[in-house]
């Protein structure tokens, strides 16, 4: 078995549009993730 290495780093401001987008589509998919949906941006910005 190979290992393989991870890095783990701080959210950043540009990853949102993407974050939000995978949030959309999950919901899409199969309904997870109510809160937040109406806006997906300002829900993963809060802190």
């Known amino acids: 078995m190979t290992e393989s290495a991870r890095a783990v780093r701080e ?24 809160e937040g949906i109406a806006d997906p941006l300002a829900w993963l910005a809060h802190p």
């Open 11 to 34: 959210r950043q401001d540009s990853d949102l549009p993407v974050l939000a987008a995978v949030l959309e589509r999950v919901y899409a998919h199969d309904g997870y993730m109510v």
